[in-house]
C-alpha cells in the first residue's frame, strides 16, 4: 500500500533518514506515525498503546476488518439522534412556518424518508471500499474535488456542533437560573463530547451502542406530560397559511427537515468503515436508514406537538428560553426527578455532538497528504476548540443559526449525494465504463479522475440551490415564483436535479478523454 507522503524525513531518535513512502501507512499506521514524529514517537507510541485510535483517513485494508459493530449501523444513528437537539427542529414547523401539527408531522414523514433514503445509500459505501465519507468523493470529483467537499464537510459539522453545545448548554444553564451560566454550560457539553472522539473509533462505538436507552425513555416522558399540559392540534390552524403560500412553507420546512437526515451523508461511512467488504449491503441500507427515520421523526414530531400546548406558561418559556426553556417548563410537574431528567437531556447533546467532532477531524485529514501527516486527534482536538468558541459567541441567536444552517446544509449534500450516486450505479457498476473501484488508488491523485465533471456538477448544483433557495437574506427568482410571499425553499431539489443532469454525460466525455 502507498503512504501519504513521499517526503524523506530525519528520524532524531535513530539519527537516520526514514523514506516515509516505504513505511505502510493503511496496515499499521500508528507506526509510521510515530517514525513521523521523531522524538514524540515514544509519547505518541505510549499514547496508541493505550487504546488511542491511530488510523485516520487511510484505507483499512479487507484482513484489517471486523464484525462487532454491525447493529451499530443502527443503534449509533438512534443514539445520536434521540438527544434533544432533534426538538427544536420539529418546532420550527410551527415556529417560523406556521404549519398546524398534522402538516407538520407529514412534512417530517414523507421528507425524512427521502432523506433517510440517501444517507442510507452512503452509509452502504463504508464496508464496500474501506474508506472514510470524504476519500470516497475522490472516485467520483478527484482529488480537489475531494478537497472542496471536505470544505463543506468541515463547516457542516462545525455548525452541526455549535447548535449542539448552544442548546446543551442553555438546558443546563435553565435548571436552576443564575447558578450555572450559559458559557460554563457549553464547555461542558464541548469537553464531554471530545473525550471519546480523542479516543477514536471503538470508543465512538462503545458510547453510541448504549447512549439511546435512557434518552429514549425520557422522551417518551415527554410526550405523556405534553398531552397532560394539553396538545392542540387545531392551535396553529387559524395562523398557518393557505394555498400556494402553504405549499411554499411545507416545501421550506421540508428542506430543513431532509437537511437534519442528509447532514450525517457525508459522515455515514465514517462509522462502518471496518465491517467486512463482503457484508450485506441491503443489511446495512436498512439498518442505517430505520436508524435515522425512526428516531428523528419521532423527536422532531415530539417538538412539533409540543409548539400546541396553548397554556400560557409554556408558550411563555418557549420565548424566554427556546426550545430548552419549553423543555424545562413540560418536566417542571415533577420537581427536582424533573431536573434531574433535564440534566440528563442537556447531556444528550454528547451523542449528538460525537459524530460531529469525530468526523470534522477526519475531513480536515483529507484536506491533502499534509494534513493528513497530522495525527488524527489533533484535527478533533482543533475542531472541538473552534466549535466550543463559536458556541460562546453565537449563544444568544441559537434558533436562527438553526433555521439558516440547516437550510443552506441540505443544498450541499443534495447534490454531494446525487455525483456519488450516479457514479456508482452508472460508472463503477459491474460491467460498466469503469466495472468497479481500484480502492489502492484513493490517495494517488494521477490514477483517482481529473475531476472536472465531478466539480462542475457541483457548480451547477450550487447554481440550482441560488434560483431555488429562499432565506430571510435571499430568494431565488425561481422560489420567488412557486410560493407565495416569502417564496418556497426549493433548493435542495433544483441542487439536486441540475447536478444529476448534467454529471452522467460530462463524467462519460471526462473517462472518454482521460481513461479514468
Not at 396 to 411: A, P, T
Amino acid at each position: 500500500m502507498s503512504a501519504h507522503a513521499s517526503d524523506l524525513s530525519y528520524d532524531k531518535e535513530k539519527g537516520t533518514i526514514v523514506d516515509e513512502a516505504t513505511i505502510p501507512v493503511d496496515a499499521a499506521p500508528e507506526d509510521a506515525i510515530v517514525r513521523r514524529f521523531g522524538r514524540f514517537g515514544p509519547f505518541l507510541a505510549k499514547l496508541f498503546a493505550s487504546g488511542v485510535e491511530a488510523r485516520g483517513v487511510e484505507r483499512v485494508p479487507e484482513d484489517q476488518r471486523e464484525t462487532k459493530n454491525m447493529w451499530n449501523n443502527l443503534l449509533m444513528w438512534w443514539s445520536v439522534n434521540t438527544v434533544l437537539t432533534t426538538i427544536p427542529i420539529g418546532t420550527l414547523g410551527q415556529a417560523f412556518f406556521t404549519l398546524s401539527l398534522p402538516h407538520a408531522i407529514a412534512t417530517i414523514l414523507c421528507f425524512g424518508a427521502l432523506g433517510g433514503v440517501m444517507t442510507a445509500f452512503i452509509s452502504t459505501l463504508g464496508p464496500q471500499t474501506g474508506l472514510r465519507t470524504m476519500i470516497i468523493t475522490r472516485f467520483s470529483s478527484g482529488y480537489v474535488g475531494g478537497t472542496i467537499y471536505s470544505i463543506l464537510n468541515i463547516l457542516t459539522q462545525l455548525g452541526f456542533s455549535v447548535t449542539a453545545v448552544i442548546l446543551g448548554g442553555q438546558t443546563l444553564a435553565s435548571i436552576n437560573p443564575g447558578t450555572l451560566p450559559l458559557v460554563v454550560g457549553i464547555l461542558i457539553i464541548g469537553v464531554l463530547s471530545v473525550i471519546p472522539c480523542f479516543v477514536g473509533y471503538h470508543l465512538v462505538h462503545y458510547y453510541e451502542r448504549y447512549a439511546w436507552i435512557v434518552i429514549f425513555i425520557i422522551m417518551c416522558f415527554l410526550w405523556g406530560l405534553g398531552g397532560h399540559a394539553g396538545f392542540d392540534v387545531n392551535a396553529q390552524k387559524p395562523l398557518e397559511d393557505t394555498g400556494r403560500s402553504l405549499s411554499a412553507d411545507i416545501l421550506s420546512f421540508g428542506g430543513i427537515v431532509f437537511g437534519s437526515f442528509t447532514g450525517w451523508a457525508p459522515v455515514a461511512a465514517d462509522y462502518n468503515c471496518r465491517l467486512p467488504a463482503d457484508t450485506s449491503r441491503m443489511k446495512v441500507f436498512l439498518l442505517t436508514f430505520f436508524g435515522l427515520w425512526i428516531p428523528i421523526c419521532f423527536v422532531e414530531i415530539l417538538g412539533a406537538a409540543l409548539m400546541t400546548i396553548s397554556d400560557p406558561a409554556y408558550t411563555q418559556a418557549y420565548a424566554d428560553g427556546s426550545t430548552g426553556g419549553l423543555v424545562a417548563q413540560i418536566l417542571s410537574p415533577w420537581g427536582g426527578g424533573g431536573k434531574f431528567l433535564l440534566v440528563l437531556l442537556g447531556l444528550s447533546v454528547v451523542a449528538n455532538n460525537i459524530p460531529n467532532s469525530y468526523s470534522a477531524g477526519l475531513s480536515m485529514q483529507s484536506l491533502g497528504r499534509p494534513f493528513a501527516l497530522i495525527p488524527r486527534f489533533a484535527w478533533t482536538f482543533l475542531a472541538f476548540v473552534i466549535y466550543t468558541v463559536a458556541g460562546v459567541a453565537g449563544r444568544e441567536h441559537f434558533s436562527e443559526i438553526l433555521s439558516n444552517f440547516l437550510s443552506i446544509l441540505s443544498y450541499w449534500t443534495a447534490f454531494f449525494i446525487v455525483i456519488v450516486a450516479e457514479e456508482h450505479f452508472i460508472f463503477r457498476r459491474p460491467g460498466g465504463p469503469l466495472g468497479g473501484y481500484n480502492l489502492d488508488d484513493w490517495d494517488s491523485p494521477s490514477k483517482l479522475p481529473l475531476g472536472v465533471a465531478g466539480i462542475l456538477a457541483g457548480c451547477f448544483g450550487v447554481a440550482g440551490a441560488v434560483v431555488g433557495m429562499s432565506e430571510v437574506w435571499y430568494t431565488g427568482p425561481i422560489a420567488q415564483k412557486a410560493g407565495g410571499e416569502f417564496g418556497a425553499d426549493l433548493g435542495f431539489e433544483l441542487a439536486a436535479a441540475f447536478s444529476a443532469v448534467v454529471y452522467p454525460p460530462l463524467r462519460w466525455l471526462e473517462i472518454r478523454l482521460t481513461g479514468r
